[in-house]
């Protein structure tokens, strides 16, 4: 990465500000206040913005006010800089958090792809140097502020982070760091018991509400149970206490007038009371089917429904994620195809594999002139030291032969000597003795003949004639012309090739072909990538796509059976349904009364049709213990419609066993599960943060060399760091004998280590992204020696890497100059 211009249009002093670089070392001067840290934290913020590291909310650092305009209402900037593929890119940066945003545009095209870069939920902006740098590791690394910027802490978290991207990129397709990010992104989703809005923290929180409702329901059917008692018994009591009414029949006469008029007004009034009821009661007619426990199954139903669109608008959510993803994918997707044009991947790996072959054709070492002579072994030597293969049966042949005879010999004498006479008759004897030694001498004469005579028993092939030295001369200079001569043809099909390859590909700038074939290929390889993770994305959300179709059918099933009840109740609402109970319970307590007004009535009709001869003061005693009676019985009658009535509302308040049952068990089951998959994934982040650990023990010897080589660079002598886990530095120099910690060296050394660590931390992380490397009066606490050496490396690496400088006096433009190092220089 190489940042060529800076507009600091509204930010800090600076308006209207434009500053070009240069792509190697560049040397800013100013004095101070002159604002040469206003430019270097401006470049910070159009990368990072102005937040704190490591925060799940936006909170924004002191830099914000620090650089925010006194004197203008903008707060904004821009910056240009060509990225590691060669491409210009420019961001424009809107500081305000009113207004804040970031844009990314192609600097050739103008064309916003802001979309194609990772997203930071967070900032809610896009990341332009992606998401495995933040401005932690961008400060302890490429950008050494004044001295006393550099936190061990910070630094330590960043390289076992990158350090492990490092273990996991190197062997694997998808880096641990970015498996450990998921996970970990995974596990926060599921949420903790802390956590009240997380998933598993909802879950809990509604079990435990599930688990209280199921008490107090308990305890509402022992309320009931209760009550019904107390019913029961007030109604036999009731019952007692109207027989002991109608056992008293009127004992007295109805002969006063005043009394029986009185009678006659009670009793119309009961007309005119019953006759109310009975319109009320014909009003409230429509609610008498009504019940609890259908009120309960309609409340069930409307809870379902809630319940699945809550899972719908989960499902909606994550389309919408999805698309987004595929949307950022697939943008990534149409620059990685622009990268790739019209090429194939067989395409460049056939011509990737046809340039290697060149390459080591044309790479071959060559021959010496005379080489065949150097090496020669004399013909006769080699013709007399191999046999054919056909000899060599020949020989074996006459061994077995040779050998044999003798055997027999052997034996033949050995059974003449042992029979003898005793046996054998004379011609016999003679005979065997000739045989034998026939035999004997035939196998010596064998093995002597092969021994001295060879040529004798076997049929040599004639000599093949001998080259002499001017012929195989002639023979080595004509095949070294010949190879001469196919040297040149692989070097001309090589340029050949080449010029064709630069064409075919607009290699611009002489570029190395095998690097850009490469890239080529990585960038194939990406977009394979790309492409599964599309696939992956695709179909999850045609998964989530699916489930919400199956939930709104589900969720319209419910509702059209919901909304048939309630229409074939003649109801709208479930608040009305409500409504409609309570007309119920009235349409009760006025049937009751209607009835006891009717009893009431037919008794006042008894007493005055009846006429009786009795004592005024039995007439008066039966009246008075008629009315105790009555009014002791409409007390009664009362308390039952008052604990009916209260029945009924704990009835209602109270859901179906069955139903809250299942509805427990159902959530204990996502508890559950909750907690089983955040145990998995924290055991999961556990073994793999343990294979990133020996994965890092492994880098940290390398990550110990790189810095020991930058080292041993910037002070001019040999130096050997050692480096561990706890990012604890131990160095050997010449002058020492063991390692030596980093808190017995001068400062002006332990200054040295801290810049060979962060530019050996950074190039080894990320190499790919190289990013430039910044130093703001850096050099403050070295000697001239030790700025010299420094200046040297810095001018040596700019080669690669941009190198931005910016300082306060001079020195570093005296040595420069001095050494006749190339630098571009700017004075603020």
């Not at 190697?24 to 270097?40: M, P, V």
């Not at 099909?493 to 490469?518: G, M, P, Q, W």
Request: proline share 2%; aromatic share 8%; glycine share 4%.
């Amino acid at each position: 990465m190489k940042i060529k211009t800076l507009e600091l249009i509204s930010f800090g002093k600076f308006k209207n500000r434009k500053i070009h670089l240069a792509d190697r070392l560049n040397l800013i001067y100013g004095l101070n206040e002159a604002g040469k840290t206003t430019i270097q934290h401006f470049i910070e913020g159009m990368f990072f913005g102005f937040l704190k590291p490591y925060r799940k909310i936006k909170i924004y650092s002191e830099l914000y006010e620090q650089y925010k305009p006194l004197k203008d209402s903008r707060y904004f900037g821009a910056m240009t800089y060509e990225d590691e593929n060669g491409r210009e890119i420019r961001l424009e940066r809107n500081f305000l958090k009113s207004d804040e945003s970031l844009r990314i545009y192609d600097g050739l095209t103008g064309e916003d792809i802001s979309d194609s870069y990772p997203y930071d939920p967070v900032s809610r902006q896009p990341l332009p140097l992606g998401d495995t740098i933040n401005a932690a590791f961008y400060n302890n690394t490429v950008n050494l502020k004044e001295r006393g910027q550099f936190s061990r802490e910070v630094m330590l978290k960043e390289i076992n982070d990158r350090l492990i991207s490092k273990g996991g990129d190197a062997d694997e397709e998808v880096s641990i760091y970015r498996v450990l990010t998921r996970l970990n992104n995974k596990r926060d989703e599921i949420g903790t018991l802390k956590q009240k809005k997380s998933n598993y923290g909802e879950a809990v929180t509604h079990l435990h509400q599930l688990e209280k409702e199921k008490e107090v329901n308990e305890k509402n059917r022992v309320l009931v149970n209760g009550h019904l008692l107390e019913i029961k018994q007030m109604e036999e009591k009731l019952g007692v206490l109207n027989e002991t009414y109608m056992q008293l029949a009127p004992i007295y006469k109805v002969d006063d007038d005043e009394k029986r008029n009185q009678l006659i007004q009670r009793i119309d009034s009961l007309n005119e009371e019953n006759d109310d009821l009975q319109r009320q009661i014909k009003n409230l007619e429509k609610y008498r089917n009504l019940s609890d426990k259908e009120w309960s199954e309609l409340n069930f139903l409307r809870q379902s429904s809630e319940n699945l669109k809550e899972r719908i608008d989960q499902r909606e959510k994550e389309i919408n994620l999805a698309d987004q993803e595929l949307l950022r994918e697939g943008q990534k997707e149409r620059v990685m195809m622009n990268s790739v044009g019209i090429f194939s991947k067989e395409e460049v790996q056939k011509d990737s594999d046809a340039w290697q072959k060149a390459e080591k054709m044309v790479q071959d070492p060559k021959k010496t002139f005379f080489a065949p002579f150097a090496k020669k072994r004399p013909l006769e030597e080699n013709e007399e030291s191999d046999l054919s293969s056909e000899n060599r049966l020949q020989k074996i042949k006459v061994y077995a032969l040779a050998i044999g005879l003798i055997l027999i010999g052997f034996s033949l004498l050995l059974v003449g000597f042992i029979k003898g006479y005793d046996v054998l008759t004379f011609m016999h004897l003679l005979l065997l003795g000739f045989v034998a030694w026939f035999s004997l001498l035939t196998g010596v004469v064998l093995l002597v003949l092969d021994h001295k005579f060879p040529d004798l028993l076997y049929q040599s092939k004639p000599a093949a004639e001998k080259p002499n030295s001017e012929d195989l001369k002639v023979t080595a200079i004509s095949n070294h012309f010949e190879r001469d001569l196919e040297k040149q043809e692989s070097e001309q099909s090589y340029t050949s090739l080449k010029e064709d390859l630069i064409l075919k590909y607009a290699i611009k700038n002489n570029k190395n072909v095998e690097e850009h074939l490469k890239t080529l290929l990585q960038c194939f390889s990406d977009l394979d990538q790309i492409r599964i993770r599309l696939q992956f994305i695709q179909e999850k959300k045609e998964k989530a796509q699916k489930e919400k179709a199956s939930l709104e059918e589900e969720q319209k099933q419910l509702n059209q059976k919901l909304e048939e009840t309630l229409t074939f109740r003649d109801l709208e609402t479930m608040e009305d349904y409500n409504s409609a109970l309570q007309k119920k319970d009235r349409l009760r307590r006025l049937e009751n009364r209607l009835d006891y007004n009717q009893r009431l009535y037919k008794e006042l009709e008894e007493m005055l049709a009846q006429r009786r001869t009795t004592s005024s003061n039995d007439s008066r005693e039966a009246s008075i213990k008629r009315v105790e009676l009555r009014d002791e019985m409409e007390e009664l009658s009362k308390k039952v419609g008052e604990l009916t009535y209260k029945n009924d509302r704990l009835l209602k308040e109270t859901r179906p066993t069955q139903e809250l049952e299942d509805e427990i068990e159902t959530y204990r089951a996502l508890v559950h599960e909750y907690s089983e998959n955040y145990k998995a994934y924290t055991m999961a982040i556990e073994v793999l943060k343990e294979c990133a650990t020996v994965e890092k023990d492994k880098l940290l010897p390398a990550l110990g060399e790189e810095i020991g080589k930058i080292f041993s660079e910037i002070c001019g002598e040999k130096a050997v760091v050692k480096v561990d886990q706890h990012l604890n530095i131990r160095v050997v120099r010449n002058q020492y004998a063991s390692y030596v910690p980093i808190e017995s060296l001068s400062s002006g050394t332990v200054e040295q280590l801290y810049f060979a660590m962060r530019f050996g931390v950074q190039s080894m992380t990320h190499e790919k992204l190289n990013l430039p490397f910044i130093l703001d009066d850096a050099f403050v606490q070295y000697d001239s020696h030790r700025k010299e050496m420094a200046l040297r490396f810095l001018s040596e690496v700019s080669g690669q890497k941009q190198v931005i400088i910016f300082t306060c006096n001079d020195s570093e433009k005296q040595i420069l100059d001095r050494l006749q190092l190339p630098y571009y220089g700017l004075v603020l």
